[in-house]
């Protein structure tokens, strides 16, 4: 039958976001034998990789299959975000910077898809998180991001903006976000709004309050939100910053609970995700910070 390869791309994909990897690795193969261009299985694939902590074998797959997916326009961008993020977990800081170099920068400039910008900003503020400098690469994605600061289509959206606007060292932009935020919370009305007021805006202020230097209030901000996070949409994959960012507020924060809550949030990916060297790296300096 005519494109049912398709559907199993998609089912693949719904297979993952439901923790059910083998099958939706499975399922990808599937479609991907039936289309080796079809760019959504290679994308499910892609995430089976990322979840069960398989980087090498993602590097592999996404390099030897990349002139099969980097023509769809749609995911293109996406796709090489995931390729990016193996090389974050696994230190290659370079390799990441070359993709975003090469490929997600300039795909999200061009392109000005709400994907491709959420993309751009995680795949630079994971690296800014590792300690990467990641020079002025936030400037032609934030002169996107701030033309959609009113928007508040999605709260998952409205924080990559925030990452955006700190970032690219814009505190007009990011004072006008968080207004909007706030006048939206008190006078919007519908499902985002209602997500807004629960987890997006302490979110967002939890950002801000990070790049001031003011962790011990991050990490009250966020913390007690972090379990509703999947709330404001995204994957597992992309929320995953989240998970990064509250461990990093808590290890920064000088009060001695939140360096115990860094520890407990540690495990807890650990055990989410075993092979995880960026878990690894994150135990290492906690365990120094506990000791030293």
Request: contains cysteine.
């Amino acid at each position: 039958m005519p494109l049912y390869g398709y559907l199993y791309g998609m089912y693949a994909f719904g297979l993952e976001e439901t923790n059910l990897y083998d099958s939706a690795e499975k399922t990808a193969r599937m479609s991907l034998d039936i289309n080796r261009h079809d760019a959504w299985a290679t994308h499910a694939m892609a995430h089976v990789f990322e979840m069960g902590g398989r980087q090498d074998e993602g590097l592999q797959f996404m390099s030897a299959t990349e002139n099969d997916w980097n023509v769809c326009g749609m995911i293109a961008c996406h796709d090489y975000w995931h390729y990016a993020l193996y090389s974050v977990e696994k230190g290659n800081y370079s390799d990441a910077v070359g993709l975003y170099d090469t490929q997600v920068g300039p795909l999200a400039a061009k392109s000005g898809a709400m994907l491709d910008m959420v993309d751009a900003c995680s795949l630079l503020y994971r690296l800014q998180l590792e300690g990467v400098n990641v020079g002025d690469r936030y400037k032609d994605i934030q002169d996107v991001c701030k033309q959609h600061l009113d928007d508040h289509v999605l709260a998952f959206n409205d924080a990559h903006f925030m990452m955006s606007c700190i970032g690219a060292g814009d505190k007009v932009s990011t004072g006008k976000l968080l207004e909007s935020m706030r006048s939206f919370v008190k006078n919007g009305k519908g499902y985002n709004c209602d997500v807004t007021t629960e987890v997006g805006l302490a979110l967002c202020e939890a950002l801000v309050s990070y790049d001031n230097g003011d962790f011990a209030k991050a990490v009250d901000l966020v913390s007690p939100v972090r379990y509703q996070v999947i709330k404001i949409g995204g994957s597992h994959a992309q929320r995953d910053i989240f998970n990064q960012f509250v461990i990093h507020c808590a290890m920064k924060s000088d009060t001695e609970e939140h360096k115990k809550l860094a520890r407990q949030l540690l495990v807890e990916r650990k055990c989410l995700k075993e092979n995880s060297p960026l878990t690894d790296r994150l135990m290492a300096k906690a365990m120094v910070q506990h000791t030293g």
